[in-house]
C-alpha cells in the first residue's frame, strides 16, 4: 500500500501534536515511528488507522495505482496496540474465527497453524480474560500478521514479551511482512531497528502555541 500525507497536523485543544507531515510512504516499506514518551506517536498512528481525523492536511491511500476512500481504508489494514483490547469473553479459536469474519487470513496458514506459530494451540478453548499479558500479545501480533491485509499498524508490539518473545516477533516481522506496509511506533530500537526508514515525531512539533 501507497501512502501520501500532504501537511498532516494534529492538534489537541491549544497544542500542535506534530504539524505539517509530507511524505509518500512506499508499498511494502518499513517504517518506524520514533519519540520520547508522550510525543505524539500513538496519536499519529491513530492518525494514519482512521481512528483520529487529522486536524489539517490529508492522507491519501493507494492500493495497486487506485485511491482507496476513507470509509474502506479498515478493510485494508490491521493494527496491535496497547490501548486496543480483545474481547476477552471469546476462547481462543472464537476469537481468532471471529477477527477472520473481517479480515481474510493469509491463504498459507490454517487456524491451526495459527495456533501453533502463536504457542497458544493447548489453550484453544480457554477464554482470552484467562490468558497472560504475554500470551494476549501474542495473540494481539499473530492476528495481525496471519492477516491478509496491505497495512499493518504495531504500537509498543513487544509490551509484555520477554526475550524469547521478542525473539518471536522479529521472526513474525521476517517471515510475514515482505509484501506489507509496516509502520512501528516505538522508543524502543530493538522493536524497529529493521526498518530503513523513521519518523521523528518531535522533528514535526511547533515550539510555540497557538
Not at 514479551?161 to 518471536?168: A, C, S, T, Y
Request: hydrophobic share 40%; charged share 30%; net charge neutral.
Amino acid at each position: 500500500m501507497k501512502i501520501k500525507l500532504e501537511k498532516a497536523s494534529k492538534r489537541f485543544q491549544f497544542d500542535w501534536i506534530f504539524k505539517d507531515i509530507s511524505l509518500e510512504i512506499a508499498p511494502f516499506s518499513h517504517w518506524a515511528i520514533t519519540g520520547s514518551n508522550g510525543s505524539g506517536k500513538s496519536t499519529f498512528l491513530k492518525c494514519l488507522s482512521g481512528l483520529q481525523p487529522l486536524t489539517e492536511g490529508k492522507i491519501t491511500y493507494f492500493f495497486e495505482e487506485k485511491e482507496v476512500s476513507d470509509a474502506d481504508i479498515f478493510r485494508h489494514l490491521v493494527m496491535s496496540a496497547p490501548y486496543m483490547e480483545l474481547p476477552e469473553e471469546f476462547s481462543l479459536l472464537e476469537l481468532i474465527n471471529f477477527h477472520f469474519n473481517f479480515k481474510s487470513p493469509k491463504e498459507s496458514l490454517s487456524i491451526e497453524d495459527m495456533m501453533d506459530i502463536m504457542y497458544l494451540k493447548e489453550h484453544r478453548n480457554k477464554p482470552v480474560f484467562q490468558f497472560s499479558s504475554g500470551m494476549k500479545q501474542r495473540l494481539k501480533l499473530g492476528l495481525c500478521f496471519f492477516s491478509k491485509v496491505n497495512l499493518i499498524l504495531l504500537d509498543e508490539p513487544t509490551s509484555n514479551l520477554d526475550k524469547k518473545g521478542i525473539d518471536w516477533y522479529l521472526h513474525l516481522v521476517k517471515e510475514f511482512s515482505k509484501d506489507k506496509t509496516l509502520f512501528v511506533c516505538s522508543n524502543d530500537p530493538k522493536e524497529y531497528d529493521f526498518c530503513p526508514n523513521q519518523i521523528h515525531i518531535e522533528d514535526f512539533k511547533l515550539k510555540n502555541r497557538l
